[in-house]
């Protein structure tokens, strides 16, 4: 089964092809990056008016290098949410027109459940497993039981790990998104050079908070500004990348045991950095669990990822209803409501 998919929910536009929900044909991701770095932050005006000057050109691209006519397709598969909504209209409407078109059915599928299954495009993972989702607007941990069954365990109070980079490096002087260019100085640092809480690591709960990590790192930038490059941004880059995975690693240890979960999927834009993938490789080996995180690049926002739970629901006759609307927020625990049989 051939399905193409469609990801717009914030500054990526992205399409791509897969064969039964694990083979990619393409996939191509436009950033648009460069354009929101000016603002220091993704402003969601600009970001949907870029998705609609990319999408036709993305989608052409993933049918050429996937070597397919539309005609082969057999669904779309779109993220529905959460995201922003202006961006999210776009690559929906996209969806939507091209389903009606070609006569074929639409899937929406939420975000995160698409990073969840990233790791399924190159190994596929027995059910069931711990997923810890690291992103620019998430930091949860589920327990995902089935494609469609997940139960939150435990999230973030305040900012995202993402989000905690990324103004964490803005408070530095590096350019949006910081979270790759923290991890390149860290690499250089010594993580024991400045002293950051670790905020709410033994607290006995599931919950994340970074802000106070951040105001941390600010009241520590005012006292001793830092210069990029040189020795103390690195330090102070490993450090903070430190308590991130501090929390990180805890939380997870504690989720678990928890859950007895003997499988860990570890997924989304921060699943990329060094430090939590040695830090997860290294909890995954004393606890003797099997460990799942993608290649780096199917951990940031990517279409195919999609493909993998859109596939799976396809197959069933799991699809959305024609006039299915975009949502910005929407719990993972609720994702199955949308389709009709
Ligand atoms: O999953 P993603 O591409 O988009 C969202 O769904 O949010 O995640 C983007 C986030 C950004 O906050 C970015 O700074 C962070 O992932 N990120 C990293 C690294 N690469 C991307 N954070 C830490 N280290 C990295 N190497
Ligand atoms: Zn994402």
Redesign the pocket.
Known sequence: MLVLAIETS?DETAAAVVRDGREILSSIVSSQIAVHAEYGGVVPEIASRKHLEAIVPVITQALREAGVELSAIEGVVVTRGPGLSGALLVGFSVARALAFACGIPIIGVH?IEG?IFASFLEKPVEFPFLALVV???HTHLYQVEGFGCYTTLGRTIDDAA??A??KSGKIMGLAY????R??ALARGGDAAAVHLPRPMIHDGTLRFSFSGLKTALMQHVAKHPVTIPGQAASDLCASFQQAVCDVLESKTRAALQQSGAVRLVVA???A??SGVRSTMARLARQQGIELHIPSPALC??NAAMLAVAGNHYLARGLVSSPDQDVTATWEMDRVKEIFRE
Do not use: K, M, Q, R
Not at 177 to 180: E, H, I, R, S
């Open positions: 914030c975000h990073h992103s620019g607007g993402g989000e980079f990324d998104p910081a979270g790759a923290i991890d989304g834009g921060v990329c950095n940031g926002d």
